[in-house]
């Protein structure tokens, strides 16, 4: 090697170790703070008026992962896709891994009442357009099995391609999830992406009652599932390419580090500290646990189909 272009290659090494030593954000590590600050943000938050407006004799609701993960997971309305079944065979697999989950996970018929009795999440697969009238028929069915309270009047609007929806009645708390799924055999990559995405988000949520959270700075490096870079959607067909790329853009691909962190800190804290200060208290005491519990879980190759490689970032 000729000793000009030895010393210009060395000069380059060492301007690229002072970028990453600086602190380049781009190849930063995330903070224990950030960490914190986005566990804040998704688990500890007030409920809406409505949801507090309760019946006489509804029991208090209690944001209790366990009760759900533990529970059976039953799938309706179309045969699965190819993708679907392993996306959520998968997850379950995690959930499993994590909880030591003992719940079933098996596949139904057209509606709840081919499910068995101890199912605690519903997730209604579809491929066409939105299925209003059976969602509407499962809440009315889930309104009978939970004694949920809801109006026999009542008709809800599909306005998303995927959406979750946790039910506390007087007889237990159920989980419903519909979720659109690729029509063709062989969807294309931006296809894969995009039922893949909307997917796992929608289970990640159902099963830890995780709230979006909202990120307007674009320069912020993204930490979890659960942050969403505002996009304007309207008006765009859910199976434009438009909207599918708009959509996969807003926010990671699968879950992140911060994620498995998280469900982590659910298995193992007490279910009453859950959406309450004392779960913040519980994270920043049991922060190294958590690290190494997610770190093992993050290095098994199982769960590399749900997991987006771009946000694998951990505090040290």
């Not at 380049?24 to 566990?39: K, N, Q, T, V, W």
């Not at 039910?167 to 979720?179: C, N, Y």
């Not at 779960?279 to 519990?293: A, G, M, P």
Request: net charge positive; proline share 6%.
């Amino acid at each position: 090697m000729k000793p000009a272009l030895k010393s210009i290659l060395h000069i380059l090494a060492v301007l690229a170790a002072m970028a990453v030593t600086s602190g380049d954000p781009a190849g930063a590590l995330p903070s224990r703070d950030a960490f914190l600050s986005i566990a804040k943000k998704g688990w500890v938050y007030e409920f809406r008026s409505s949801v507090l407006r309760r019946q006489a004799g509804f029991p208090p609701i209690r944001l209790n992962s366990k009760e759900i993960v533990f529970g059976s997971v039953c799938l309706i309305g179309d045969r699965p896709h190819a993708l679907t079944k392993a996306v959520i065979e998968t997850f379950d697999r995690l959930l499993a891994d994590v909880f030591g989950r003992i719940g079933k996970l098996s596949y139904g018929g057209s509606d709840i009442a081919s499910c068995g009795p101890l199912q605690r999440t519903y997730i209604r697969i579809y491929g066409g357009a939105a299925p209003e009238a059976a969602f509407n028929d499962d809440l009315r069915q889930l309104n009978d099995k939970y004694q949920l309270g809801l109006s026999s009047d009542r008709w809800q609007r599909v306005r998303s391609p995927a959406q979750a929806n946790a039910f506390f009645g007087r007889k237990g708390t159920a989980v419903h999830i519909l979720v659109k799924q690729p029509k063709a055999a062989d969807p294309t990559p931006l296809e894969k992406a995009f039922y893949t995405s909307i997917l796992i988000e929608e289970l990640f949520q159902a099963f830890t009652y995780g709230m979006d959270i909202p990120a307007f700075d674009r320069k912020e490096n993204l930490l979890s599932k659960l942050q969403e870079r505002p996009v304007n959607l309207r008006y765009l067909a859910w199976d434009s390419e438009a909207f599918m790329r708009g959509l996969v853009e807003s926010n990671p691909k699968g879950l992140c580090s911060f994620d498995v962190f998280m469900l982590h800190a659910l298995a193992n804290s007490v279910e009453d500290t859950a959406n309450s200060s004392e779960f913040l208290v519980y994270i920043r005491s049991e922060f190294d646990d958590l690290l190494r519990l997610a770190r093992t879980t993050l290095d098994k190759p199982d769960y590399a189909e749900i997991l987006d490689p771009g946000c694998r970032a951990m505090p040290k």
